[in-house]
T-cell receptor
Framework: QKEVEQNSGPLSVPEGAIASLNCTYS??????FFWYRQYSGKSPELIMSIYSNGDKEDGRFTAQLNKASQYVSLLIRDSQPSDSATYLC????????????FGTGTLLAVQP | DVKVTQSSRYLVKRTGEKVFLECVQD?????MFWYRQDPGLGLRLIYFSYDVKMKEKGDIPEGYSVSREKKERFSLILESASTNQTSMYLCASSRAGAGDTQYFGPGTRLTVL
């Protein structure tokens, strides 16, 4: 059974701090990794994708991938109240199709 | 911008009714997906399609069927709705390439009474 694990939270951080969200996955053959943000009552929207070991930065967001340890993380610098949402980690497993396995998400609350 | 639309935002049906949920994308994507999202269970794949008239079961296909007659349109059918199918249903689409991003529609909140 292929799994993607996230701490459900809530993760509470003060405004301006760094929020660190973590995700582990079970299949070493995984190739592609995605972070989605989902506001309450809305659909998921892509924040970042990462395919290679190391860090990938986009504005205030940094995705980190470590395939040997089978984890992927998302750092949000200078957290804002508008970042308060559920963050979903998604992993694409090997094969011809583009199916993703989603974690259950981590609820982030940024306190003003 | 990729646009994925779903036919209804909210839907209320009675047990035993046949329910159609429709999804349309405007980016000529090969892949289309239907998920349901429930608290504590996350997003679970019901069915996906990688080409017109082609479909594959996801993790929870029981009680559902799908139809893809045109590339831009993917329908989810509940043959006989039951209360345990009350959920948020999300459609997504992506290009065929490995690792390509899935883009989501706004979702349909279905309540079965």
């Amino acid at each position: 059974q292929k799994e993607v694990e996230q701490n459900s939270g809530p993760l509470s951080v003060p405004e301006g701090a760094i929020a660190s969200l973590n995700c582990t996955y079970s299949d070493r053959g995984s190739q592609s990794f995605f972070w989605y943000r989902q506001y309450s009552g809305k659909s998921p929207e892509l924040i970042m994708s990462i395919y290679s070991n190391g860090d990938k930065e986009d504005g205030r967001f940094t995705a980190q991938l470590n395939k040997a340890s089978q984890y992927v993380s998302l750092l949000i610098r200078d957290s804002q109240p508008s970042d308060s949402a559920t963050y979903l980690c998604a992993v694409r497993y090997g094969g011809a199709t583009n199916k993703l396995i989603f974690g259950t998400g981590t609820l982030l609350a940024v306190q003003p | 911008d990729v646009k994925v639309t779903q036919s209804s935002r909210y839907l209320v049906k009675r047990t035993g009714e046949k329910v159609f949920l429709e999804c349309v994308q405007d980016m000529d994507h090969e892949n289309m997906f239907w998920y349901r999202q429930d608290p504590g269970l996350g997003l679970r794949l019901i069915y996906f399609s990688y080409d017109v008239k082609m479909k594959e079961k996801g993790d929870i296909p029981e009680g559902y069927s799908v139809s893809r007659e045109k590339k831009e349109r993917f329908s989810l059918i509940l043959e006989s709705a039951s209360t345990n199918q009350t959920s948020m249903y999300l459609c997504a689409s992506s290009r065929a390439g490995a690792g390509d991003t899935q883009y989501f529609g706004p979702g349909t909140r279905l309540t079965v009474l």
